[in-house]
C-alpha cells in the first residue's frame, strides 16, 4: 500500500440528505415528519441511556 496525500476530491465536505430518488424509485412516501422523527429517536434515546450504557463500550 503506497500513502498518498488527501486530494481535494477525496473528501466530501457536505452531505444532503434527500428521499426523492426512493420517492421516484420505489414510490416512497414517509409516514413520519423527520422532525418528529427525529424528537421520537432522542425521546428514546433520553429514556433508555442507563440501559445503553450498561449494555455498549464506549
Known sequence: MIYVERRDWD???????SIEKA???????????FE???NRVHEWFVGNWKNIEKSAEF
Open 23 to 33: 420517492k421516484r424509485v420505489l414510490d416512497y412516501e414517509p409516514q413520519t415528519a
Open 36 to 38: 418528529d422523527g427525529l
Open 11 to 17: 473528501v466530501k465536505h457536505q452531505l444532503l440528505s
